[in-house]
C-alpha cells in the first residue's frame, strides 16, 4: 500500500517524462513482495478495513515511533524527488532522460520502502497494522488539522458577535447560517464522521497521543513542501 502511494506521488511529480506508456506487468520480485495475502483467489488484503481493528496502547505507541523512525525517510524521498524533477525540467524533450530520472525516482523509492519496512518490523507491527492504524491517525489528525487552520470556534464567534449587533428581523436572518456552523464545529470537536468509521475505543486511544501524531503529521507536510501549523 505504501509502496502504491510513492509511486504515485513519483508519477505526479515528474509528470511529463513519459506520455502515453503503457502500463507495467509487475514482475516475479514485485509479486513476491506482495505476498500471500495480496495473491489472485487469497485471503484477506492487508488494508481491508470491512473488519473492526482493535487499536491497543501497545501498537499505537509502536506506531508513535515507527512514525519517527521513517520521517527522514520521507524527507529524503521528497528531496530526491524534487531533485529528479527539477533536472527533468532542465532537458525538456528528451524522452530517454525523463525515463531516466523516472528510474531514478523509483529506486529511491524502493530503497525507503526497504527502510520503513525494518522500522516496522523493528517495532514489532504487522503490514496490516501499520495500514490499519495509519487510516486511523491520518483521519483523525487530518481532521484536527483543518479544524485548527480553520478555526471554526473563532469563525463562531464572531458570527454571534456580529449578530448581536443586528436588529432583531436582521439577526433571525443570519440565526441558521450560525447554527449550521455550530454544529460542523461539533462534528469537528467529536470526531463524529470519524467515530463511525474506526470506532470511539479505537479514536479516544488515539486522541491520548494527539501532539506526538500532530508533530509527526507537520513535519511530512514540511517534507513535502506543505503548510504546517
Not at 100 to 123: C, F, N, T
Request: proline share 4%; glycine share 6%; aromatic share 4%.
Amino acid at each position: 500500500m505504501r509502496k502504491v502511494l510513492w509511486v504515485v506521488f513519483a508519477a505526479g511529480l515528474l509528470s511529463g517524462c513519459k506520455k502515453e506508456e503503457p502500463a507495467a506487468t509487475a514482475g516475479p520480485r514485485q509479486q513476491a513482495e506482495a505476498g500471500p495475502e495480496q495473491a489472485p483467489g487469497s485471503g484477506a488484503d492487508p488494508f481491508d478495513d470491512s473488519k473492526p481493528y482493535v487499536l491497543t496502547r501497545e501498537k499505537l505507541d509502536a506506531y508513535v515511533s515507527y512514525q519517527r523512525t521513517v520521517q527522514s525517510a520521507y524527507a529524503a524521498v521528497a528531496r530526491e524527488l524534487q531533485a529528479a524533477r527539477a533536472r527533468f525540467q532542465e532537458a525538456p524533450g528528451t524522452p530517454a532522460r525523463g525515463q531516466g530520472r523516472l528510474s531514478e525516482s523509483m529506486k529511491a523509492i524502493e530503497s525507503k520502502a526497504e527502510l520503513e519496512d525494518k522500522a516496522r518490523r523493528d517495532v514489532g507491527l504487522s503490514e496490516q497494522d501499520v495500514n490499519r492504524i495509519g487510516s486511523l491517525v491520518m483521519d483523525v489528525i487530518t481532521q484536527r488539522h483543518m479544524a485548527a487552520m480553520l478555526d471554526l470556534s473563532g469563525e463562531l464567534q464572531k458570527l454571534e458577535q456580529m449578530q448581536a449587533r443586528l436588529k432583531p428581523e436582521q439577526a433571525a436572518e443570519l440565526a441558521p447560517q450560525i447554527d449550521a456552523m455550530r454544529l460542523r464545529l461539533q462534528e469537528t470537536e467529536k470526531l463524529a464522521s470519524v467515530r463511525k468509521v474506526h470506532g470511539d475505543a479505537n479514536v479516544d486511544l488515539v486522541l491520548t497521543r494527539e501532539q506526538d501524531l500532530m508533530n509527526n503529521y507537520q513535519d511530512m507536510l514540511r517534507s513535502f513542501g506543505g503548510r504546517a501549523q
